[in-house]
């Protein structure tokens, strides 16, 4: 969330409540959004030694992500233990190690 125009930041508690403290009286813009959801932009008029409710609704929105590349790097077994590899990879046999 943010508090426009004093640029004032704050996140939502575990049940999606926020608050702004100390907030001059007067209007403001609300600004909220959150990864997956439309943004969405509320004036709010704030009322001197008052508490205001705001409820907002989220709407879902799928958006683009930047693209990505995920290298690794191969693994190469010591050879003795390459075909122990292979039977786990296919499911087919046991591997034992020290956590068993």
């Known amino acids: 969330m943010v508090l426009e125009p004093t640029g004032r930041q704050t996140r939502t508690d575990s049940l999606g409540g926020f608050r702004f403290v100390g907030v001059d ?3 403001y813009l609300v600004r909220v959004r959150r990864v997956g959801f ?3 932009v509320m004036k709010v008029v704030a009322i001197a030694d008052r508490e205001v409710s705001v409820n907002v609704a989220m709407v879902s929105s799928a958006q683009a992500i930047a ?3 995920i290298a690794g790097k191969r693994v190469d077994y010591p050879v003795r233990l390459t075909d122990a590899y292979t039977r786990m990879r296919r499911s087919t ?3 034992v190690t020290r956590a068993n």
């Open 25 to 27: 009286a007067g209007e």
């Open 38 to 40: 439309e943004a969405r």
């Open 67 to 69: 693209t990505m590349t």
């Open 93 to 95: 046999g046991y591997f």
